[in-house]
């Protein structure tokens, strides 16, 4: 081997040859340059392997592979981890692109979708037969990583959050050990995964209840200069709070940018954007949305119907591989003025890309006690999160600095847990943040009994 990382040999990777079934990639293969790559390009890692199993046996073969070599394992479902959690260097990646695929049972209304499966291919599963499962907003993200985590989405009033609608795992274990986990299967595991599931192990078949739902979602977006925001923001927190569980909504505070994309009088200057979902009847959308007329007239306002499918796809090419990220995001219930006046301000003088987006939660996701799964903040009224892209690393401390500050401006306003889903920076204070302390204690007890030595712990870890 040209490239010898964390001293694997070539006779280490020839004699897991003999014993698994797919794919070895290593620094000396053409493949390596492209294997290696996650969704996020600011994690630029070079493991000493890759491996792509295709079957649970592989599972188990790589895991054993890597706790005798001792090297550090990254698992990999769909590579979007926001914190670069699905690449090491000179480690171990299990990449499961080759453990892709969704079995429908429409009779049952369940989904078995094996470990590296992408958000679209259940969606399109799902929607085969008038049936959906709710997930997240871009359809090459990981069904593993991002349910693991949460999974927020389109859908989440009305149906839940994606973990609200996990029935059972499959996982293999630090231990090599095939393992089965729902409500009365290892129910503890089952609370773990729900929230803290890359801390377990290997997931290799999630299966989800689906609802029945479609084809079509509709849509609509109002968009008022940023001046507007001391009406705007009431307007949809009073709204918010009796809005029917069909409807989503978001305000987005954020640039004018690309300035052809917006009517001249706000062009390039801050902005405030709401946005709704509505998944129930055509019929009820005027009615249900009329409370959002009740506000200052916006600059621009637009109403639509749409594929659901085609909605699921619709940022994939916006966001896709390549581009630098970084988010922070947490709970509220409520914002101060001042808060959203510093938003405003910090968003005029910062990158044109930073934005800073409050998600409604309630409905379906606030009728689940937050003690029933280890992801926490689902009493909170809002989620909220600040986020930015950009592709030159000479940016890379300004866009994460502006992330940074916006975050720093709603400290006050913010109540206990963050989505682990969303957060860059990892550590024992953000996985403190994440669960909260009351939950931590029972996390560690688990990770105790399943991964001791903390085999799994790229992942917004729990210290055994
Ligand atoms: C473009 C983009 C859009 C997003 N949109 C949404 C959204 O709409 N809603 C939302 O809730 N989140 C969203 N996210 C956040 C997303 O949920 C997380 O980044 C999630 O972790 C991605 O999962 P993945 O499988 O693609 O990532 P990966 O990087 O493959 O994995 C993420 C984490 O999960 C672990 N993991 C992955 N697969 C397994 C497995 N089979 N068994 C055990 N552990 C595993 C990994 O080790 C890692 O710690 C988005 C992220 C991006 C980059």
Request: proline letters at 5%; one cysteine or more; a negative charge.
């Amino acid at each position: 081997m040209a490239e010898s990382l964390a001293g694997l040999t070539a006779g280490h990777v020839n004699r897991l040859r003999e014993t698994f079934g797919g794919d070895l990639i290593t620094p000396d293969d053409d493949a390596y340059d492209n294997a290696r790559r996650v969704w996020n390009a600011v994690f630029d890692r070079r493991p000493a392997i890759i491996v792509r199993p295709t079957g649970v046996a592989d599972v188990a073969t790589a895991i054993r592979f890597g706790r005798e070599r001792e090297l550090e394992i990254a698992v990999r479902c769909g590579a979007h981890s926001n914190a670069g959690h699905s690449t090491t260097d000179a480690g171990l990646v299990i990449d499961l692109s080759r453990l892709r695929g969704v079995t429908v049972d429409p009779e049952r209304r369940i989904a078995r979708v094996k470990g590296g499966t992408l958000l679209g291919e259940l969606d399109i599963a799902a929607q085969a037969h008038g049936l959906v499962c709710p997930v997240g907003v871009v359809g090459h993200t990981g069904v593993a990583g991002l349910t693991l985590g949460g999974g927020m989405g389109r859908l989440q009033r009305h149906f839940g959050l994606t973990i609200d609608n996990l029935r059972a795992v499959e996982l293999v274990t630090a231990d090599g050990r095939t393992v089965r986990a729902s409500e009365s299967e290892e129910p503890d595991l089952f609370w773990g995964i729900r929230g803290a599931g890359a801390n377990f192990g290997i997931v290799t078949a999630l299966e989800f209840d689906l609802r029945e739902f479609g084809p079509l979602l509709h849509r609509g977006v109002r968009i008022y200069p940023a001046s507007d925001v001391h009406e705007v923001w009431p307007m949809v927190r009073e709204f918010a709070a009796v809005a029917p569980d069909e409807l989503a909504l978001i305000v987005t505070i954020g640039r004018a940018e690309p300035a052809e994309d917006y009517p001249e009088s706000v062009a390039r200057q801050p902005i405030v954007i709401v946005s709704y979902n509505h998944s129930g009847d055509a019929t009820d959308v005027e009615r249900d949305v009329a409370p959002l007329s009740s506000g200052p007239e916006p600059v621009s306002s637009s109403d639509s119907s749409e594929q659901y499918l085609e909605v699921q796809t619709s940022s994939d090419l916006a966001m896709g591989w390549g581009s630098r990220g970084y988010i922070k995001g947490g709970y509220a219930n409520d914002f101060r003025p001042e808060a959203l006046d510093a938003l405003v301000g910090h968003t005029a003088a910062g990158p044109a890309e930073g934005s800073f987006s409050i998600t409604a939660q309630g409905g379906a996701i606030g009728r689940v006690p937050d003690d029933a799964m280890a992801f926490t903040g689902r009493d909170a009224r809002f989620e909220m999160s600040a986020i930015t892209d950009w592709d030159d690393p000479a940016q890379d401390e300004t866009q994460r600095d502006w992330v940074r500050r916006a975050m720093t401006i709603v400290e006050p306003d913010a109540v206990t847990g963050r989505y682990a889903n969303e957060i860059s920076d990892s550590g024992p204070e953000e996985s403190r943040a994440i669960y909260g302390d009351a939950k931590l204690g029972r996390l560690t007890a688990l990770k105790r009994t399943w991964d001791p030595a903390n085999v799994f712990r790229l992942n917004h870890n729990i210290a055994p």
